[in-house]
């Protein structure tokens, strides 16, 4: 079973709301919506990926924070680690790769369609509230 390592951020705005991306047309689960970030490569430190991530599909600059949770999810053919982590961040949150972006209340969150190993994440951040 292939083994996929994933990092991705809580965002947050000054008014606490939180970033979400939604999936382009084209890759699996397209039009869910996830929390920002992306595959670690080999050799690469997971806090490095994610900031690497951010520049590359935001063009922000991130400080990666604290460790929100890692998720497990098996799928048939993978199994995915999703490692989630708050992050500060200077400069505007754009999707460069033509993906769409929307603030979102915290209490909101559930109302988005996720991906299944994004759901306990939410869950994470709501226990913490």
Do not use: N
Request: aromatic share 4%; with cysteine; proline share 8%.
């Amino acid at each position: 079973m292939k083994r996929i390592h994933v990092v991705a951020a809580v965002l947050r705005d000054p008014r606490g709301r939180i970033l979400l991306a939604r999936r382009t047309e084209g890759r699996e689960l397209a039009g869910l919506w996830e929390f920002p970030g992306g595959k670690v490569e080999p050799g690469e430190a997971p806090e490095a990926a994610l900031v690497r991530e951010l520049r590359e599909e935001l063009g922000i600059e991130a400080a990666v924070g604290i460790a929100v949770v890692c998720v497990t999810h098996e799928d048939t053919d993978k199994c995915l680690l999703l490692d989630v982590r708050e992050a500060s961040f200077s400069g505007r949150p754009r999707g460069l790769e033509g993906q769409a972006l929307a603030w979102v209340p915290l209490h909101k969150l559930g109302e988005y369609p996720m991906p299944p190993a994004d759901q306990p994440v939410v869950a994470a951040l709501l226990a913490r509230a």
